[in-house]
């Protein structure tokens, strides 16, 4: 499966934005998808995950309340909405694909490029 991020940009402290992932190849519903971040000098970190059916979901504790993950099997997207923005959020945002919920909330087996989010205060 491929997976592309989409949705980042520049947005002030207390703003919103929607993350889309799209999946191409086999299709998304075959996996967990789970989103990461990764800030400047800082390591990857697990942001949310989401299972096959929608049934479950994970959080970080740093986003939990203020980000909601979702997808949509039929159109192959796994979306992140992001409430209350702080510049502690400013990171590349990366999707990942993998076969279970737990093991997503690890690593991915397959990963999309990133795509920006930048929160100004």
């Known amino acids: 499966v491929q997976l592309q991020a989409s949705g980042g940009g520049l947005v002030q402290a207390g703003g919103s934005l929607r993350l889309s992932c799209t999946a191409s190849?086999?299709?998304?519903?075959?996996?967990?998808m789970a989103w990461f971040r990764q800030a400047p000098g800082k390591e990857r970190e697990f942001v949310a995950a989401?299972?096959?059916?929608?049934?479950?979901?994970y959080y970080a504790n740093s986003v939990k309340g203020r980000f909601t993950v979702s997808r949509d099997n039929a159109k192959n997207m796994v979306y992140l909405q992001m409430n209350t923005l702080k510049p502690e959020d400013t990171a590349v945002y990366y999707c990942?694909?993998?076969?279970?919920?737990?093991?997503?909330?690890?690593?991915?087996?397959?990963w999309g490029q990133g795509t920006l989010v930048t929160v100004s205060s």
């Open positions: 990942a694909a993998g076969p279970s919920i737990v093991s997503v909330t690890r690593n991915g087996d397959y």
């Open positions: 190849g086999r299709t998304s519903s075959t996996y967990s």
């Open positions: 989401i299972s096959r059916s929608s049934t479950t979901t």
